[in-house]
Each structure stands twice: as structure tokens, then as C-alpha cells.
């Protein structure tokens, strides 16, 4: 039995297939390489001495995904395929919604015609908006505030409805928080396509010469420093939230925070990776980003008490990860 990875060439994806295979799992990936690139199998095989089966194929193409639960002995699914630049979102909402909510509905179909009823998908804290209180628990409102955002809600929303209509059915919600760092081998990590949108890649552009400063979106949010707050979480952590999920998953809809509970601001992050890197960072002061919040941070103890999983790695593990990855590429 195996376990089918969607986007499994991608970062969060790359990562935990690694640590599938660490856990004696069997791997199928399939991916369409739209944002992410084949040599992720072979840096996969590198670090695990394992090389996880292949298809080349998008989620929404349901006879390509039969064949896939045909030739292969499926027992759950996890499910990272899908787009994520909030921005890109809002300018394409349709290419949005068709991909991460029409591929999404096409997946399932087509586990639920293979009989395969165990689903861990990626959702997001982009799902709580502007959040109703810090830290966020999982039963705070869920209002999001932009397509990508959406595509999320929706796709939580039709899982529970499956899970309703299924009793044996189980999907695990994981709402990641700010994913960064790299695998600590240097080999897999985030390569953002053209310019990045998020923090930390935009700070590596600056390290490798690429940018001349980063741009520091607001110093006039309530917070201690006045730069916005996020709960920054190592991929490596939340890679293994996914195989604790996968092993405490019961039958029914269940959401679960992978964050640290810690919530860092701009400037934190820009100290950190200066002293992770040697290499001094120049800032810009520039007004808040439209669609911003101040201060975004999980409580993650829903999935210590009910997966027994806790972050683990530092703020310096992340950036010294995340320098090691991008430097030389
Ligand atoms: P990524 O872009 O690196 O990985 C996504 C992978 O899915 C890519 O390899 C891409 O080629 C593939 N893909 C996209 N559409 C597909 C389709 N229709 N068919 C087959 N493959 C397809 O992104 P990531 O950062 O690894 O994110 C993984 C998941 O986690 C996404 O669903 C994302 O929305 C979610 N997420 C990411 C973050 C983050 O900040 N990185 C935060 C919260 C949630
Ligand atoms: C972090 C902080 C910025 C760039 C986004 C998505 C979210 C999730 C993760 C997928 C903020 C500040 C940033 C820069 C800056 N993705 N910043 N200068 O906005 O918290 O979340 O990615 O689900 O859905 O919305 O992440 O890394 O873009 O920003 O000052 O050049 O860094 O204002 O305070 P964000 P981010």
C-alpha cells in the first residue's frame, strides 16, 4: 500500500515525501510540474536513497488519475496540488477556483471510485482572514479574504460534506501557518518562480545580490516593532505533521493549526537571517501591503493533544536552512 502524494514535486510536498519515506511509507507522486521541476525526484532519491514513483499528470485530468489508482495499491492521499500566490488570485480567480477547487472535486471523485477514503489536505490560515483573536485556535471564524483564500474555505467545506456523506470517509484540514526553511541535505526547498511575493524568499534575493533592499511593508501596525507579526514554521515541522495526521486519522472532518504558537515580526526575521548568513540586509520602509494584517499567529495544541506533534526547530534552524538551500542556486 502506498501513498499518493498530489504536488508531491513541490516544497511542502518534496518534504514530506522525504519523511514518508523515512517512515518506511511507500510514495506515488503526481504533479504537473507547473511550479516545480522533475529533478525534486532525484534530490528526493539523494537524501532517502529512495526514488518515490512518478506521473506526470494534473489533478483535473480524471482518466489520468484512474490510471494511477489502478496501477497502484492507494491508501490515503496527500493532498498538496494547487495554486498558491494570493496576488496571482485575485487578477485570476477562475484559474483558481478550476484548479484548487475543480481538481480537488475531480480527485475525489476519483479516490472515492477506487475506494480510497483517507485525505490529508493542505489548507491554510489564509482561511481565518483577518482573525477574530491571537493566538488562533481552530474554532476562531473563518471569513478569508481573497480567491486563493476561498479556493481553501471551499475545498474544507467540501471535504466535510464528502466525510457527511460517507461515514467511512476521513480528511484531515491542516492549516499551515508561514512555512520556510529548506531540508538540511541543501538539495530540496522553495524556488519560487520569477519574483517572489512572501518574505523570506524576497530576503534571499537580497542576500544573493539580486534585489537591492527589502521592502518592509508597514512599521505602523499595532505590534512591539510596528512590522507585521506571522507564526513562522519550519517545512521540515510541518512535514511531519503530515505523517502524524496521517497516522491519527480517524473517519470524519477534522481541522488542525501546524504553526509554532510564536509569532515573529519583519524585522525579527530580517536579524535572524542576518545572523544565520553573515550578510547584512538592507531594508526599505515602505507603506503596509494592501490586504495585510498586523498579527496572525496559531495555538497549535490541538495537534500536540490530538496528533502529538510539536515544532520543534528554531528561527535560526529555519534561516540558516533556507540560506543553505538558495545560495548557490
Ligand atoms: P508549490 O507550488 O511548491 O507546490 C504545489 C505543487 O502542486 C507544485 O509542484 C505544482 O506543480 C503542483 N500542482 C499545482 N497544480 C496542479 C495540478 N492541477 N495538478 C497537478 N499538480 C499541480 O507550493 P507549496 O508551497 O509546496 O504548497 C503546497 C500546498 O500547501 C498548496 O496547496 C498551498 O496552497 C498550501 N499552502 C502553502 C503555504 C505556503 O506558504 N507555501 C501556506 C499554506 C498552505
Ligand atoms: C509575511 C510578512 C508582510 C514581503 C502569505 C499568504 C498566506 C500563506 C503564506 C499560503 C507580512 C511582510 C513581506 C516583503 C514585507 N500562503 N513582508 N516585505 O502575507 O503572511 O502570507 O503566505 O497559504 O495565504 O497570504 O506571508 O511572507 O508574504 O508576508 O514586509 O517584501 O512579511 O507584510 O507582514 P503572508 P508573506
Redesign the pocket.
Known amino acids: 500500500m502506498a501513498i499518493l502524494v498530489t504536488g508531491g514535486c513541490g516544497y511542502i510536498g518534496s518534504h514530506t515525501v522525504v519523511e514518508l519515506i523515512k517512515n518506511g511509507y511507500d510514495t506515488v507522486i503526481v504533479d504537473n510540474l507547473y511550479n516545480s521541476d522533475i529533478s525534486a525526484l532525484d534530490n528526493i532519491q539523494k537524501i532517502t536513497g529512495v526514488k518515490p514513483v512518478f506521473y506526470e499528470c494534473d489533478i483535473r485530468d480524471k482518466d489520468g488519475l484512474d490510471k494511477i489508482f489502478t496501477e497502484n495499491e492507494i491508501e490515503a492521499v496527500i493532498h498538496f496540488a494547487g495554486l498558491?500566490a494570493?496576488g496571482e488570485s485575485v487578477a485570476k480567480p477562475l484559474m483558481y477556483y478550476e484548479n484548487n477547487v475543480g481538481g480537488t472535486v475531480t480527485l475525489v471523485q476519483s479516490m472515492l471510485e477506487h475506494g480510497v477514503k483517507k485525505i490529508v489536505f493542505s489548507s491554510?490560515?489564509?482561511v481565518y482572514g483577518d482573525p477574530d483573536r491571537v493566538p488562533i485556535t481552530e474554532d476562531c471564524s473563518l471569513h478569508p479574504t481573497n480567491p486563493?483564500?476561498n479556493t481553501?474555505y471551499m475545498v474544507e467545506m467540501i471535504l466535510r460534506d464528502v466525510c457527511v456523506s460517507d461515514p467511512e470517509f476521513s480528511a484531515t484540514l491542516l492549516r499551515?501557518f508561514?512555512p520556510i526553511g529548506a531540508h538540511e541535505s541543501g538539495l530540496i526547498g522553495e524556488k519560487p518562480n520569477g519574483i517572489p511575493?512572501?518574505?523570506?524568499p524576497?530576503i534571499i534575493r537580497v542576500a544573493k545580490g539580486e534585489a537591492e533592499a527589502?521592502?518592509?511593508?508597514?512599521k505602523d501596525y499595532p505590534t512591539p516593532d510596528g512590522?507585521?507579526v506571522?507564526d513562522y514554521i519550519h517545512v521540515v515541522d510541518l512535514a511531519e505533521g503530515h505523517i502524524k495526521a496521517l497516522r491519527a486519522a480517524k473517519a470524519g472532518a477534522k481541522e488542525y493549526n501546524l504553526g509554532t504558537g510564536t509569532g515573529y515580526s519583519?524585522l525579527d526575521i530580517i536579524n535572524a537571517f542576518e545572523k544565520a548568513s553573515g550578510i547584512k540586509i538592507k531594508t526599505l520602509d515602505c507603506p503596509r501591503?494592501p490586504g495585510?494584517i498586523a498579527t496572525?499567529y496559531s495555538d497549535p495544541s490541538a495537534a500536540e493533544k490530538e496528533l502529538g506533534w510539536k515544532a520543534t526547530k528554531t528561527l535560526d534552524e529555519m534561516c540558516v536552512s533556507s540560506w543553505n538551500f538558495a545560495k548557490d542556486k
Not at 214 to 218: A, D, P
Open positions: 498558491k494570493v491554510s490560515a489564509t486563493y483564500g481553501k499551515y508561514n511575493n512572501n518574505l523570506m524576497r527589502i521592502t518592509v511593508f508597514g512590522t507585521g506571522r519583519v501591503r495585510d496572525c
